[in-house]
């Protein structure tokens, strides 16, 4: 059994009222955290093919892009992964 004493301290310090936002919100970020890594560890987006196109950036062409936004607007064409 816990003393008296302790849970007067639990009471008055860690079930205050003013801080269950916080740990709410504490709670919260972890469990957004924990989800993502899982969802990370278990199925990454990322293909790795080695065994058909090991080296994907030798493919790209000097004409051609690999940014999703061209400032400069120097390369003719964007380059696409047709090679999976």
């Known amino acids: 059994m816990v003393s008296k004493s302790v849970k007067t301290y639990m009471w008055r310090h860690w079930y205050r009222s003013e ?3 916080l740990y709410g919100i504490c709670v919260g ?10 969802r990370a560890l278990r199925g ?3 293909v790795w093919d080695k065994a058909n196109n090991p080296y ?21 064409k964007p380059w696409t992964r047709g090679r999976l």
């Open 19 to 21: 801080l269950i936002p």
């Open 29 to 38: 970020a972890v469990g957004v955290c924990a989800y993502f890594a899982g």
């Open 44 to 46: 990454p987006d990322v």
């Open 56 to 76: 994907p950036w030798i493919h790209v062409q000097q004409n051609e892009t690999t940014k999703l936004l061209d400032v400069t607007n120097r390369f003719e």
